[in-house]
């Protein structure tokens, strides 16, 4: 888990606070944190693909679904990504 990836025993919201923030600056954390999650996810799905390749046990259908399953993982990060660029752009043209 990254620095930026919550522990999931955690209780403590670090993000609940009673005063609201700009949009802007909660936006930049969401991009920061999401390029973290993002390291992650690409990281894990590297991992997997080179346990499935190595491992002699492992049956062709199920290398299948790792492969078939981490790339759609990557594709939606990528579009993820794409969306939260999209708009930082829209809010900067709105300032």
């Known amino acids: ?16 606070d009673n005063e609201p923030r700009p949009i802007s600056r909660e936006l930049t954390k969401l991009t920061n944190d999401f390029a973290a999650f ?6 894990l799905c590297d991992a997997f ?18 492969s078939r399953h981490t790339d759609w993982l990557k594709n939606q990060i990528a579009a993820f990504d794409h969306r939260i660029e999209t708009l930082q752009r829209r809010m900067r043209e709105q300032v």
């Open 38 to 43: 993002s390291a992650d996810c690409a990281f």
């Open 49 to 66: 693909a080179a346990i499935i390749t190595d491992q002699e046990d492992v049956d062709e259908v199920t290398a299948y679904g790792f």
């Open 1 to 16: 888990m990254s620095e930026y990836t919550p522990d999931p025993d955690s209780e403590v919201d670090p993000e609940a």
